[in-house]
């Protein structure tokens, strides 16, 4: 079997409801030069009996099978398996338009591009997909230097995985971090560093479901803050392996600092618990975490915004209803 173009990666985890639409949606593509590596995930139903039927009757799927273990274990598995010259994702309750890969290999080719991002559309379970055929290139910009727009806000979102095509030795250069949710910001974050250049395409390939019964949306309150903790853990890891990547940058040295103390730190030990209307307790114990790490010198109290140094002194006097009237 020749190398392909594209590697397709499905982490698959009891999906047996909206599977079979997924990968007809891989099957039925204009662009055929690909493989798709179906990693079923320890389910409990019959997804790995749907994967194994389409692997019979098409040899581009590929079926692996494990002991369950998490989304970001399995697409890592996936990224080590993949041959191709460029890496997709895709969800398995998620749907591609039938020129997704057709158009995503002509945008990354033409705009010679470490990565791609184009657009997606938002569907919930009883609605009908209806898509137009493409018949021209649609438009796109080209960013150098990504995380340094990013960092200046002059980027688009870019915090998802399954709306972009890889550069295959750029995605096999990171690794998901096992967290979940917000494994996508990791890896995203991560690959735009390392990226010399980002292309974003004017077109829909992909229709995102909003699964009442997916991970996101079915993991606990507490247990989804507590994974947010260790998000922030994880970016403050990132971001000083980047800093030493930018000694020649003070300004973008900064900006990383500044990113990792107001949209990770803060976010999630602050502002997120007083949203939430956490217990004071538990409040307390977070602020004191973080007058810990700037006493520490892990972080310095000048990059957070005026706002939210305000909003820390309040809370350590124990003034919470008018540091949740600041924040609100």
Same mark, same amino acid.
């Given at each position: 079997?020749?190398? %392909?173009?594209? !590697?397709?990666? #499905? ?25 798709? *590596? ?12 749907? *994967?194994? $039927? ?7 799927? #590929? ?9 970001? %274990? ?9 041959? /191709? ?10 749907? *591609? ?26 569907? &919930? ?25 990013? @960092?200046?806000?002059? *980027? ?25 949710? /917000?494994?996508?910001?990791? &890896? !995203? ?16 390939? @992909? ?15 507490? $247990? ?14 990132? #971001? ?9 940058? =003070?300004? +973008? ?10 949209? &990770? @730190?803060?976010?999630?030990? #602050? =502002? ?17 975490? +973080? ?5 520490? /010198? ?15 002194? @309040? ?5 919470? =209803? ?7």
């Amino acid at each position: 079997m020749t190398t %392909p173009i594209i !590697s397709l990666i #499905i982490p698959v985890h009891n999906a047996e409801k909206y599977l079979q639409n997924t990968l007809n949606s891989v099957k039925n593509q204009t662009f055929a030069d690909f493989e798709v *590596l179906c990693i079923n995930d320890g389910s409990s139903d019959n997804s790995l009996d749907i *994967l194994r $039927k389409f692997a019979e009757s098409d040899n581009r799927f #590929i079926v692996f099978n494990q002991q369950n273990q998490g989304v970001s %274990p399995t697409r890592n598995y996936g990224i080590k398996n993949a041959s /191709g010259k460029y890496i997709m994702f895709l969800d398995n309750d998620d749907t *591609l338009h039938p020129q997704a890969m057709e158009y995503a290999f002509k945008l990354i080719e033409k705009t010679k591009a470490d990565i791609c991002q184009f657009k997606y559309k938002r569907l &919930f379970p009883n609605d009908t997909i209806s898509y137009s055929f493409y018949n021209k290139c649609p438009s796109f910009s080209v960013k150098n230097n990504p995380l340094e727009l990013f @960092l200046d806000k002059k *980027l688009p979102k870019t915090v998802l995985v399954w709306d972009k095509i890889y550069k295959s030795e750029l995605a096999k250069k990171v690794t998901f971090k096992n967290v979940q949710p /917000g494994e996508d910001d990791l &890896f !995203s974050f991560e690959t735009m560093a390392l990226a010399k250049t980002m292309a974003f395409a004017n077109i829909t390939l @992909l229709y995102y479901l909003q699964n009442p019964a997916s991970k996101l949306h079915t993991t606990g309150a507490e $247990k989804y803050h507590l994974n947010r903790l260790k998000i922030t853990d994880e970016m403050y890891r990132i #971001i000083h392996k980047n800093i030493n990547v930018y000694t020649h940058n =003070s300004k +973008v040295q900064k900006q990383l600092l500044q990113y990792y103390a107001n949209h &990770f @730190l803060f976010k999630e030990y #602050i =502002s997120q618990p007083l949203r939430k209307k956490m217990n004071k307790g538990k409040i307390d114990e977070y602020v004191k975490t +973080v007058l810990q790490k700037i006493q520490s /010198g892990e972080v310095e109290e000048s990059l957070f915004r005026f706002r939210y140094r305000l909003v820390l002194k @309040l809370l350590a006097k124990k003034q919470y =209803s008018l540091a949740s009237l600041i924040m609100a």
